[in-house]
């Protein structure tokens, strides 16, 4: 009998690292569910991209820190392909402020997003990875929960939380032969870092012993071999970031 496609849900799949990510993970001979806040650059061009490998790709919109609709886009997932393997929470946001000049609310939004919208989506998909005996989970942290980037407090708590969380759900659901790893990558050419102050810009890519940004698909090349090769990897951090924090 022919193997059944596996599936997989990439959050903030619209552009950046998920879009690479999303991408990749077709070429290595998955259907993906490509779930965003919003449809931005290029997604349907990505869609149409994976189609031609073979592959199925949908978009979802949802966004991650609202449960009722993370709820809604892994129905829609079993309902369209029936399973989800793999779940990668790469979906995340930055709204940098030295720590007195940050709002409440501006805290609040980044944790709800970046470590909140982890809880969600992972708690959604794990009854079915249980029912179907395994499943993948990468979570996508950053390297700022670890080197204390001035103006980053919401953001690096968020991040350090997801790598609490990542061990945690390792542990958790080990006995169900779910591997759940993260990876914290460094200074990553999107729009997020596109949108960096020029000065801060330079000097991080000063600071960087390659002296370039790294590219999308070099992220996705990494998460793909967690999915695809890293059966005996689990609870790990992985970094990813030109030597720039070892
Ligand atoms: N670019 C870097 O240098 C870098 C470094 C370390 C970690 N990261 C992390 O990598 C991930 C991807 O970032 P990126 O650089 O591709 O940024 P990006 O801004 O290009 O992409 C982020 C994506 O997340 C989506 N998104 C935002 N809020 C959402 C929500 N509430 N629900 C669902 N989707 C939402 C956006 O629409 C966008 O498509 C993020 O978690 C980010 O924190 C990025």
Request: with cysteine; glycine share 10%; aromatic share 6%.
């Amino acid at each position: 009998m022919e193997k059944e496609v596996e599936t997989a849900i990439v959050t903030g799949a619209s552009r950046g690292i998920g879009k690479a990510i999303a991408f990749e993970l077709a070429q290595n001979g998955f259907n993906v569910v490509i779930s965003d806040i919003e449809k931005t650059d290029g997604c349907e061009e990505n869609i149409e991209n994976i189609d031609e490998l073979g592959r199925e790709a949908i978009f979802v919109k949802a966004d991650v820190s609202d449960r009722d609709q993370v709820e809604d886009m892994v129905e829609k997932t079993i309902e369209e392909f029936g399973r989800v393997d793999v779940l990668v929470n790469n979906a995340g946001i930055n709204i940098d402020k030295m720590l007195t000049n940050m709002a409440p609310e501006q805290w609040q939004k980044v944790i709800d997003v970046d470590l909140t919208g982890v809880f969600n989506c992972t708690q959604a998909v794990l009854p079915h990875m249980i029912q179907q005996g395994g499943g993948k989970i990468v979570n996508i942290s950053s390297m700022s929960a670890l080197d204390g980037t001035p103006g980053q407090a919401n953001y690096a708590s968020a991040k350090g939380g997801v790598i609490s969380f990542t061990k945690t759900i390792a542990m958790e659901y080990a006995q169900h032969n779910i591997i759940c790893n993260a990876i914290a990558p460094g200074f990553i050419k999107t729009r997020m870092t596109d949108e960096m102050p020029p000065g801060l810009f330079r000097n991080r890519l000063k600071e960087n012993p390659l002296g370039r940004r790294g590219k999308p698909e070099e992220v996705a090349k990494l998460v793909s071999f967690l999915v695809t090769e890293g059966d005996y990897i689990t609870g790990q951090l992985i970094n990813i970031n030109a030597g720039e924090y070892i």
